[in-house]
Nanobody, 120 residues
Framework: VQLVESGGGLVQPGGSLRLSCTAS????????MGWYRRAPGKQRELVAS???????DYADSVVGRFTISEDIANNTVFLQMNSLEPEDTAVYYC???????????????WGQGTQVTVSS
């Protein structure tokens, strides 16, 4: 099982980016997917998460600016980030709670991370 993120980059304050993450391999079912971030010198924090059939959850600092959505058929989650601020600069990681088809076991999986830099 692999989680592959894309969409990071350099953007000016006030700009937008859209991150995507696809889970591939022996995936039977996904219960939830989410985005975390780690800024330099800080601990990793939850940015947004979505669980099937449940309202998405957001960190207070991104409410009204970020939107998480999912393409269930393609095991993909997106994070639309608008009105970006320098404080949003971090490595963003995708995570998924999923059931493997080959072992029939649930587990947490992580992507390799994608850098988001907000700077003028």
């Amino acid at each position: 099982v692999q989680l592959v993120e894309s969409g990071g980059g350099l953007v000016q304050p006030g700009g937008s980016l859209r991150l995507s993450c696809t889970a591939s391999g022996s995936v039977a079912r996904i219960n939830s997917m989410g985005w975390y971030r780690r800024a330099p010198g800080k601990q990793r924090e939850l940015v947004a998460s979505v669980t099937t059939g449940i309202r998405p959850d957001y960190a207070d600092s991104v409410v009204g600016r970020f939107t998480i959505s999912e393409d269930i058929a393609n095991n993909t989650v997106f994070l639309q980030m608008n009105s970006l601020e320098p404080e949003d600069t971090a490595v963003y990681y995708c995570a998924a709670d999923l059931l493997r088809r080959d072992t029939l076991r649930w587990g947490d999986y992580w992507g390799q991370g994608t850098q988001v830099t907000v700077s003028s």
